[in-house]
């Protein structure tokens, strides 16, 4: 079992840039969630996916951020224009409908 | 609107001993309540899931409890190694709902 791929691992970009996170779920969870962590705030909810579609996006922070799910096994996470607030460590989670979320290693994004 | 506090923020204790980490949520309605644990540059490892109908789950060196009335839950680890030197998040979920994360406790274990 691969687990739930991330990439990059660690995003360097100057602000402005557009950036675009990737994630792969474990083969079969049907469940899909992205997350940004930083030490301020902690580990927030931004989007999640059930079957491909969107059910909640309220924790996505601006019109900036737009998140897709074009099929099952892939999503992305896309911010344009990048600011410098947006560096934080952002994280993929699948799961089987719902429980226990298994979690990426994560992207650390630094927005200069 | 759900929210997880856990206390302390940071803890250090010498190799052996017993320690309790602590969970506090202030919507007793809850689904479930789960514990991971985050290693430095890693994700999130899910350590301990509790049903809102169980009181307790235990697996090796671990155990959790759950007191959903109070809206506490603690985290039980017995004989602590250097290996254990982790942040420990307590989440909760409402439903369907997603979970909410607490901040964290980092813990150092010194040999």
């Known amino acids: 079992d691969a687990g739930v791929i991330q990439s990059p691992r660690h995003e360097v970009t100057e602000m402005g840039q557009e950036v675009t996170l990737r994630c792969k779920p474990i083969?079969?969870?049907?469940?899909l969630f992205w997350y940004r962590q930083t030490m301020m705030r902690g580990l927030e909810l931004l989007i999640y996916?059930?079957?491909?579609?969107?059910?909640?996006d309220s924790g996505m922070p601006e019109d900036r951020f737009s998140a897709k799910m074009p099929n099952a096994s892939f999503s992305t996470l896309k911010i344009q224009p990048s600011e410098p607030r947006d560096s934080a460590v952002y994280f993929c989670?699948?799961?089987?409908?719902?429980?226990?979320?298994?979690f990426g290693d994560g992207t650390r994004l630094s927005i200069l | 609107k759900q929210e997880v506090t856990q206390i302390p923020a940071a803890l250090s204790v010498p190799e052996g001993e017993n320690l309790v980490l602590n969970c506090s949520f202030t919507?007793?309605?809850?689904?479930?309540l789960q514990w991971f644990r985050q290693d430095p540059g890693k994700g999130l490892t899910s350590l301990l899931l509790?049903?809102?109908?169980?009181r307790e789950q235990t697996s090796g060196r671990l155990n959790a409890s759950l007191d959903k009335s109070s809206g506490r839950s603690t985290l039980y680890i017995a004989a602590s190694q250097p290996g254990d030197s982790a942040t420990y998040l307590c989440?909760?979920?409402?439903?369907?709902?997603?979970?909410?994360f607490g901040k964290g406790t980092r813990l150092s274990v010194i040999a």
């Open positions: 989440a909760v979920s409402s439903g369907n709902t997603p979970l909410v």
């Open positions: 996916f059930n079957n491909n579609v969107p059910i909640d």
């Open positions: 083969s079969g969870h049907n469940s």
């Open positions: 509790i049903q809102s109908s169980q």
């Open positions: 989670a699948s799961s089987p409908g719902g429980h226990p979320q298994h």
């Open positions: 919507d007793s309605a809850i689904y479930n």
